[in-house]
């Protein structure tokens, strides 16, 4: 076994995985843009009270799974720091830091990247893994609200998943929510003795929390706890009912789904996840979102409503190879290597290299004095299509033209090469694209 390896919970995106992220990195931002969301980045750390504050300190993200980070003496407030769990607490802090009330709302930021959370690893679960990210800040919606939740689905069908579900919910707010969590304290405290010692403490700190309990023990109990839905004031229950209007307008099919509460503390009416049909009970969301009407305030902003979703891009990486059976995405190939019939002569390969490439060709050089013999079995198995072999004949305005996949070789005049080898990319490219 190698000395190193990745850390637990991390792993190594090789070319071929790396290949299929970037294919959704690469959707994520042409759908993001077309909805008219920027692009934004912060920092993959800031000051832990941002994700305390923000995430809520009673959530498993904070209290078991802050990567907090040792920096300088630790002394002073501002050197805790932790690395992002999630997007939303930092982009917001952007948000009011920018001053970003003053351009014109709602704010429409998009952001793709890794995030960190300190968690068991399995199937599905790391500890470094990417999200897909978007947020609208400054709109009450809930036009919104559809509106995001239209691009999400999108994403999905845009990536090639089929089968995606809406599970959707209200979590209800400030005025509404506190008579509900005392109705989910009466019905799990009645089961109090009962309850896992993690679920005993939170049924005291955050009994809203115990609705997405991980621990199995508290299915049956949580499968008869009382229901958001039925709690909901007025003014809740008609944003969540033009939701269903808008939704419906957009022929968006939601579950309802009452007991969704979602991980985080700051959400405020819209709740939602996406499952692959058939997988909702098993802990895998592909992503999720929702409303935080109260976040900026208690970050030190104005009072700014804001909605918006991550999408897990490890889980559409695997769920597309498991709908598929096999990877989404090819590891890049180059169409050309150039190899030399002298050994030694790597300046000729160099040279015609970088020509081919100022004329639009994916090449490389065979920078190695290995025999020419070598030079192209090195170039079948990195997978290329042609190797142009240079010689004295370059002189003269000919090489040698090897199909390496049809196993042939003409001559061609080098005038005449980077014409040729372009038309076999477009035909390259076209094919990986169909
Ligand atoms: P959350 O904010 O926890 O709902 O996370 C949003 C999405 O990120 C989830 O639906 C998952 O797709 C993905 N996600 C969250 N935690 C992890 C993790 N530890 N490993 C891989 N993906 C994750």
Not at 61 to 77: H, I, N, P, T, W
Request: with cysteine; glycine share 10%; net charge negative.
């Amino acid at each position: 076994m190698p000395r190193f390896q990745a850390p637990r919970g991390t792993r190594d995106l090789l070319p071929q995985e790396r290949s299929a992220f970037l294919r959704l990195e690469g959707l994520a931002r042409e759908l993001a843009t077309r909805y008219g969301f920027q692009p934004i980045e912060t920092p993959l750390f800031e000051q832990a009270a941002v994700y305390e504050r923000g995430v809520g300190e009673i959530t498993d993200v904070v209290e078991k799974e802050l990567f907090r980070v040792q920096a300088g003496r630790g002394e002073d407030e501002r050197e805790r720091w932790a690395l992002r769990p999630e997007p939303t607490a930092g982009i917001v802090r952007a948000y009011i830091q920018h001053g970003m009330r003053t351009w014109s709302q709602p704010v429409r930021l998009t952001l793709s990247g890794p995030m960190f959370r300190y968690d068991r690893p399995q199937a599905g679960r790391y500890r470094q893994f990417w999200q897909f990210d978007v947020e609208a800040i400054g709109d009450a919606g809930p036009a919104i609200d559809a509106e995001i939740i239209e691009l999400a689905l999108e994403f999905f069908s845009a990536a090639g998943l089929r089968d995606v579900q809406l599970l959707l919910n209200s979590i209800g707010d400030q005025a509404c929510r506190p008579a509900y969590i005392e109705a989910l304290r009466a019905h799990f405290g009645a089961h109090a003795a009962a309850l896992p010692e993690l679920e005993q403490a939170r049924l005291e700190t955050n009994p809203l929390r115990l609705l997405d309990s991980k621990d199995e023990r508290m299915a049956p109990l949580i499968a008869t706890a009382p229901v958001m839905t039925d709690h909901l004031c007025a003014a809740c229950r008609v944003h969540f009912e033009a939701l269903l209007a808008h939704l419906d307008a957009l022929a968006i099919e939601a579950r309802l789904s009452p007991r969704l509460v979602r991980g985080l503390d700051y959400y405020t009416r819209t709740a939602f996840e996406f499952y692959r049909l058939g997988a909702e009970g098993q802990q895998q969301a592909l992503g999720g979102g929702g409303r935080y009407d109260g976040l900026v305030e208690v970050l030190g902003g104005q009072p700014t409503p804001g909605i918006g979703f991550g999408i897990g891009l490890d889980r559409v990486v695997l769920a597309l190879a498991e709908q598929d059976g096999a990877p989404s995405a090819e590891p890049w190939k180059p169409v050309v290597v150039v190899v030399g019939a002298d050994p030694e002569d790597t300046v000729i390969r160099l040279r015609v290299a970088s020509q081919l490439r100022s004329a639009g060709l994916d090449c490389w050089p065979d920078v190695s004095t290995r025999r020419l013999g070598k030079q192209l079995e090195g170039a079948a198995k990195a997978g290329a299509h042609f190797a142009v072999i240079c010689g004295d004949e370059l002189e003269a305005g000919i090489v040698q033209l090897k199909d390496l996949e049809a196993g042939t070789q003409r001559q061609v005049a080098a005038s005449d090469l980077a014409r040729e080898l372009l038309r076999a990319q477009a035909q390259h490219r076209h094919g990986e694209e169909g």
